[in-house]
């Protein structure tokens, strides 16, 4: 079993969208890098809809997998802002976002 830890994660995120913005950065107006991070983490991990592992927080009032998930989201989405802002805006002139109750950026 191969573990991926969040820091190799972000890596691989950052190194997806930088070759999304050389892709297509003359073409796209307005990126999007995650839609609803929160509805994900807390859906998903915190009352257990598909997945099969859900944590017991309804029970423990423990929720720690489900802000984990959220926190990493908002990680990738900060590391791709930083990217955008650093190499490309000056080129294209966008915005970069992260659509519902995110940051905007």
């Known amino acids: 079993m191969i573990i991926i830890t969040m820091k190799?994660?972000?890596?691989?995120?950052?190194?997806?969208?930088?070759?999304?913005?050389?892709t297509y950065g003359d073409r796209v107006k307005h990126w999007t890098t995650m839609n609803e991070p929160q509805?994900?983490?807390?859906i998903t991990y915190m009352h257990g809809f598909?997945?099969?592992?859900?944590?017991?927080?309804q029970a423990t009032n423990l929720c720690k997998q489900a802000y984990t998930v959220v926190h990493n989201y908002i990680l990738c989405h900060a590391a791709a802002v930083k990217l955008y802002r650093q190499?490309?805006?000056?080129?294209?002139?966008?915005?970069?976002?992260c659509l519902?109750?995110?940051c905007i950026v």
């Open 50 to 57: 598909d997945n099969d592992d859900p944590e017991p927080c």
């Open 39 to 42: 509805i994900v983490g807390l």
């Open 100 to 102: 519902k109750n995110m």
């Open 87 to 97: 190499n490309f805006q000056v080129h294209y002139l966008l915005c970069l976002h």
């Open 8 to 22: 190799i994660f972000r890596n691989y995120y950052k190194d997806f969208c930088e070759l999304l913005f050389k």
